[in-house]
């Protein structure tokens, strides 16, 4: 009974960890309140923001203001260009809090996974260390995704899931890789814990218990508090990301040669500014 709660004990810890992933992917649609949907193209090229509507045309807003359409500027009055401002800096701010906040929620799954693993396997161990590699693949395809090595974004919600702002690919791809590794690890994982069971005295197998108990709590409670740190940056960027709605709605209504201007809707669930 006694080796029966030590195996428990330490699949747990795994379990664990491997679950509390799945909070964690879940602050990467953004939050509960609000969701976020983009249709389109954009650009972001030596301090200009390149829009493409659906008719083909070309509209460009830089910093101060400033909007040309195919390279025609726009004869604007102060407050239109107040909208064009706001609608330049919100939707530039986005795009760096969004990579933000989907690299760091993965860097709290690799804390997770990794020590779950590492405790158990040794963190010198190969597949441990894969997870590392993996992990980094990841993070540097979510850049890429958004960033040239220029520090351009280019951004086409054709290679998006359902038009979801933040893509879920790297997700999917992430679950796909965890799966794969538990699967290739479950025979070290049984051979590490017989191994502690057969060389183990009681009181050592108590302290293995003990350590698997404790490495579970201790990592839950850690990455809960990451996932509530998330929480707040993806309500930092839905508030951005619905300012930059307001002020395409706002250029929409108000300027005739912008009235296609459409690429972000903002959908509020329990959120308010």
Not at 124 to 133: I, N, P
Request: proline share 1%; charged share 25%; net charge negative.
């Amino acid at each position: 009974m006694h080796k029966q709660a030590i195996f428990t004990a330490a699949l747990t810890a795994v379990a664990i960890n491997v679950t509390a992933i799945q909070p964690v992917q879940a602050h990467t649609s953004i939050s509960d309140n609000c969701s976020i949907n983009f249709t389109g193209e954009l650009e972001f090229h030596h301090d200009v923001l390149t829009i493409t509507l659906e008719d083909g045309r070309e509209v460009a807003f830089t910093e101060n203001g400033d909007v040309t359409v195919n390279g025609v500027y726009l004869d604007l009055n102060h407050e239109q260009q107040g909208y064009a401002q706001d609608y330049y800096t919100h939707i530039t701010d986005s795009v760096p809090m969004t990579v933000n906040i989907a690299v760091d929620a993965l860097e709290i799954a690799s804390t997770a996974v990794t020590e779950a693993f590492g405790e158990l396997l040794g963190y010198d161990d190969d597949l441990t260390q894969e997870f590392g590699v993996f992990f980094d693949e990841i993070s540097t395809n979510i850049n890429n995704q958004f960033y040239a090595e220029d520090g351009s974004f280019h951004i086409e919600s054709s290679r998006f899931d359902n038009g979801n702002w933040t893509d879920t690919q790297w997700e999917e791809e992430f679950d796909q890789k965890v799966e794969e590794l538990i699967s290739k690890s479950m025979g070290r994982l049984l051979i590490a814990i017989g191994t502690e069971m057969l060389w183990s005295d009681s009181s050592d197998s108590n302290g293995f218990e003990a350590r698997m108990e404790s490495l579970g709590d201790s990592i839950e409670q850690r990455v809960e508090m990451q996932t509530a740190e998330l929480e707040v940056q993806a309500d930092e960027l839905c508030m951005t990301l619905s300012k930059a709605d307001i002020a395409e709605e706002a250029l929409r209504n108000d300027i005739s040669l912008l009235q296609s201007l459409n690429i972000i809707t903002v959908e509020h669930n329990k959120f308010s500014m």
